[in-house]
C-alpha cells in the first residue's frame, strides 16, 4: 500500500490512514526530497475507532525503513512529516 507516493506534503499533515490488522510482519518505507532529515511521526489507531496515538517516531536524511513488531496489533497507521518536502511511503505487508 501507498499512503503517499511522490506527493508534496505541509509538516504536521497527516497521510491517509492505511489498514494494518490482518498481517503479521509489516514495515513502513519512507523517501522524502527535503535535503536534510526530517522526523515521521507514526501514528495507529489500536482500536480502529479513529483515536490516534504516536506509536514511534522515524528520522530520514532522505530514506528509512521501520519495521513493526511481528504480531503487533493496529487497525490504521498514518505518517505526519515534521518538515515540508515531497513524500514517498509505501507499507510491505507478509
Known amino acids: 500500500m501507498r499512503p503517499r507516493w511522490e506527493t508534496p506534503v505541509t509538516a504536521g499533515a497527516p497521510s491517509d490512514p492505511y489498514l494494518m490488522t490482518g498481517f503479521d510482519k509489516k514495515c513502513l518505507h519512507i523517501r522524502h526530497d527535503a535535503g536534510r532529515a526530517v522526523r515521521f511521526h507514526v501514528d495507529l ?25 511481528e504480531g503487533l496489533s493496529a487497525h490504521w497507521l498514518r505518517a505526519v512529516p515534521d518538515e515540508t518536502c515531497t513524500v514517498t511511503s509505501q507499507l510491505h505487508y507478509t
Open 45 to 69: 489507531d489500536l482500536m480502529g475507532h479513529g483515536a490516534f496515538e504516536r506509536y514511534a517516531t522515524v528520522e530520514s536524511d532522505r530514506y528509512a525503513v521501520h519495521v513493526f513488531p
